[in-house]
Every structure is written in structure tokens, then in C-alpha cells.
């Protein structure tokens, strides 16, 4: 069984601020969580509290970070719906 690198999901979301026009067209990333909870079903949150995290105690994966998982993880990831693709994984 193959382990993956799986970095959660991010948006790019601007403007960086209102007060200079240069900054205006600047787009920073932001982190997707996704949640799993009941077992084999995932969510994505934005901004998750931490009643949702304390409630997703199968595994939680933070936008933006990285985590080893393996196959079968990867596939229900995928197939979960939450905006995960390919394109989130790495050989390891």
C-alpha cells in the first residue's frame, strides 16, 4: 500500500487590504478543513470551531498543511465531494 502526500484544499481570496490600490488585485491563499465525521464521510469548513474539530474524531486535515495518508484514505478523500482532486496528492 502506496503513502501519500496530501495537502488540504485552499481558495485565494483578496483583497490583502482596502487601504492601497496596489494591494487590491493581491490574493492570498486560504485554508479548506476537512472534516471527517461519521466515518467515511468528509465536510468541508472554512472556518471550523472547536466543537467541529473536538467532533471530527476520525481526522480532521487543516487547509494548506501537508499529511501522509495512504490509499484508501486518498480515494475517500476524492470521492468525499469536498473539492479534493489528484492534484492535492504526492508519491511519497
Known amino acids: 500500500m502506496a503513502d501519500w502526500l496530501f495537502r488540504g ?3 485565494d481570496e483578496g483583497p490583502v487590504t ?3 490600490g496596489l494591494f487590491l488585485r493581491l490574493k492570498l491563499p486560504r485554508g479548506i478543513t476537512v472534516l471527517e465525521g461519521p466515518p467515511g464521510t468528509y ?3 472554512r472556518f471550523p ?3 467541529e474539530i473536538a467532533a471530527s474524531a ?3 486535515y487543516m487547509g494548506g498543511h501537508e499529511y501522509v495518508v495512504n490509499d484508501a484514505t486518498k480515494a475517500a ?3 468525499g ?3 479534493v482532486t ?3 496528492f504526492t508519491a511519497q
Open 49 to 51: 470551531t472547536q466543537d
Open 18 to 20: 482596502w487601504t492601497d
Open 81 to 83: 465531494g469536498v473539492g
Open 43 to 45: 465536510r468541508a469548513v
Open 58 to 60: 476520525p481526522a480532521m
Open 9 to 11: 484544499p485552499t481558495t
Open 86 to 88: 489528484e492534484a492535492n
Open 77 to 79: 478523500l476524492i470521492a
